[in-house]
Structure formats: structure tokens, C-alpha cells
């Protein structure tokens, strides 16, 4: 499995679910990783798995000074950098139920889910476009949201900022390739991926069945999604058979958005 051979990889919030994925599957097909999070303990056992094929960076991805240092340091060590996965991301519910709505969210935490979900990849793709440009060829991949291509009432910090990550990714896009770059930049719109971000609702005891059924009622393919199918979508984007695929967005949704939550049977 040699399809990023020789490539040289940067995955955001990569210590677990949706990063730790993409970073495997790039690791599998022969590329180097770095894997960056804010998680220093849950990056360096992630990175670890891999031995001298990643390696893990501390990175906050609302500071342009940690983007500048990782991508300096990931250019001098390999010598390029091909693909940047912006993945890293918050719902703004991390410590517990607040007001997320349109009418009682406060400024304070609108601000904080754009830190760090828009902020973050206005400063990846930024970086990724700086350290591309001497060779001219990578992937920027960012990963959106279902949440980015519908309004979500309760959480419209989140479903701003990944709506925005949509648009960005095309912006970039463009902006490359009137460049005369052949850098590419897509978005991957996740529904519900059944990650460690989900566990508080879905709990350990014997009605967890039963919530993630509910979860996913609407959901024609019933089921939760698996970080391991985003990563597939990722690889493929981060590899030569997509050189002629750029400003897209790529929904994984089990047919969520296919104009019906009707069972298909």
C-alpha cells in the first residue's frame, strides 16, 4: 500500500478519533506523518504507534507562531511538506452544556468555536500554500461538517464556522491554481462519526443502544459512520489519482443529505 509514498504529511488534532484516523491510513500508504494537537500525552502515544514513521508536534492552531515553528521545523527535517489535513476542531459544548443558539450564545464563545475552527484552518491552509509553493504540487485537505451545508439551531458557532471552512477551501482552491500552482484544496463534510467526541451522550450503560439508534434514526444507512471511512476519503484526496480534483466538498453522511431521512427499503 505505496499510494503516498515519499510524501510528507501534517494532520491537525491527531491524537484521537477523525486525526488519529487519517493519520494511520497516510502512514499505511507509505507517507511520513506529523501529528500536531494540543493533546501532548494523547499525540506522542498516537505517534508512537507508528515508530520512525511520525512524528508528534505540539500545535494550537489559533497561533500563527506555533503554524510558523511545525512547518519550519517539518521543512527542515524532510525537506517538503505535501499534504496538510486540517482536521483540529470543537463543538463549544468540551466542558459541559451552554447556550449555542442564535439568541443566547455569548459573544465569548462564538469567538472561541472561530479560534479555533476557522481561525485554525485560515492559518493551515495559509502555512500548507507557504511551505507547497518551492515544489508547487500538495493536498490541503479540510474537514467540515454536515453541520457546514445545514443550519443547526443549537449550534450556530459550530455550523458557522464549518459553513465557512466550506467556503474557504474553494478560495484557496482558486486562489492556487490562478497562482499556477497545483496545489489542491477540498473539504470532507463528516455527519455523525462515531468518535470519543460523542461518548457523553452515548454513555456506557445498558440504554446506549438505544441512544445511538435514536442518534442515527434519521440516518438512511442507520448507523454511525467509522472514523476510518473519513480517512479513506482523505487518502484518497491526499494522493495522485485526485491531481485533477480541487475546490470540491465531499460529504460522508450515510445518505443524510440525499433528500430524504426515509428508509431507502
Known amino acids: 500500500m505505496t499510494r503516498l509514498n515519499g510524501k510528507v504529511a501534517l494532520v491537525t488534532g491527531a491524537a484521537r478519533g477523525i486525526g488519529a484516523a487519517i493519520a494511520k491510513a497516510f502512514v499505511e500508504e507509505g507517507a511520513f506523518v506529523y501529528l500536531t494537537d494540543v493533546n501532548?500525552?494523547?499525540?506522542?502515544?498516537?505517534?508512537?504507534?507508528?515508530?520512525?514513521?511520525?512524528?508528534?508536534?505540539?500545535?494550537?492552531?489559533?497561533?500563527?507562531?506555533?503554524?510558523?515553528?511545525?512547518?519550519?521545523?517539518?521543512?527542515s527535517?524532510?525537506?517538503?511538506?505535501?499534504?496538510?489535513?486540517?482536521?483540529?476542531?470543537?463543538?463549544?459544548?468540551?466542558?459541559?452544556?451552554?447556550?449555542?443558539?442564535?439568541?443566547?450564545?455569548?459573544?465569548?464563545?462564538?469567538?472561541?468555536?472561530?479560534?479555533?475552527?476557522?481561525?485554525g484552518v485560515f492559518l493551515g491552509c495559509k502555512y500548507a500554500i507557504r511551505a507547497m509553493r518551492p515544489v508547487g504540487v500538495g493536498s490541503i485537505i479540510n474537514i467540515s461538517s454536515r453541520s457546514g451545508l445545514v443550519g443547526i439551531p443549537g449550534a450556530a458557532a459550530y455550523a458557522s464556522s464549518k459553513a465557512a471552512v466550506r467556503n474557504h477551501s474553494k478560495?484557496?482552491?482558486?486562489?492556487?491554481?490562478?497562482?499556477?500552482?497545483?496545489?489542491?484544496?477540498?473539504?470532507?463534510?463528516?455527519?455523525?462519526?462515531?468518535?470519543p467526541m460523542w461518548e457523553p451522550m452515548l454513555g456506557t450503560g445498558p440504554e446506549r443502544k438505544a441512544r445511538m439508534e435514536a442518534l442515527v434514526r434519521d440516518t438512511p444507512l442507520r448507523r454511525f459512520g467509522r472514523?476510518?471511512?473519513?480517512?479513506?476519503?482523505?487518502?484518497?484526496?491526499?494522493?495522485?489519482?485526485?491531481?485533477?480534483?480541487?475546490?470540491?466538498?465531499?460529504?460522508?453522511?450515510?445518505?443524510?443529505?440525499?433528500?430524504?431521512?426515509?428508509?431507502?427499503?
Open 40 to 75: 501532548d500525552e494523547g499525540g506522542l502515544v498516537a505517534a508512537g504507534e507508528f515508530g520512525d514513521r511520525a512524528a508528534y508536534a505540539r500545535l494550537d492552531v489559533r497561533d500563527e507562531a506555533d503554524w510558523h515553528g511545525v512547518t519550519d521545523a517539518a521543512l
Open 77 to 119: 527535517a524532510r525537506k517538503r511538506l505535501d499534504i496538510v489535513v486540517n482536521n483540529a476542531g470543537i463543538t463549544g459544548f468540551e466542558n459541559g452544556a451552554t447556550a449555542h443558539d442564535p439568541e443566547h450564545a455569548s459573544l465569548e464563545d462564538w469567538r472561541a468555536v472561530h479560534a479555533t475552527n476557522l481561525d
Open 171 to 195: 478560495t484557496v482552491a482558486l486562489w492556487c491554481t490562478a497562482q499556477g500552482l497545483a496545489i489542491r484544496c477540498n473539504s470532507i463534510h463528516p455527519a455523525a462519526i462515531l468518535t
Open 227 to 265: 472514523p476510518e471511512e473519513v480517512a479513506a476519503l482523505a487518502t484518497l484526496l491526499a494522493s495522485d489519482e485526485a491531481t485533477y480534483v480541487t475546490g470540491v466538498e465531499l460529504s460522508i453522511d450515510g445518505g443524510l443529505l440525499a433528500g430524504s431521512a426515509a428508509n431507502p427499503g
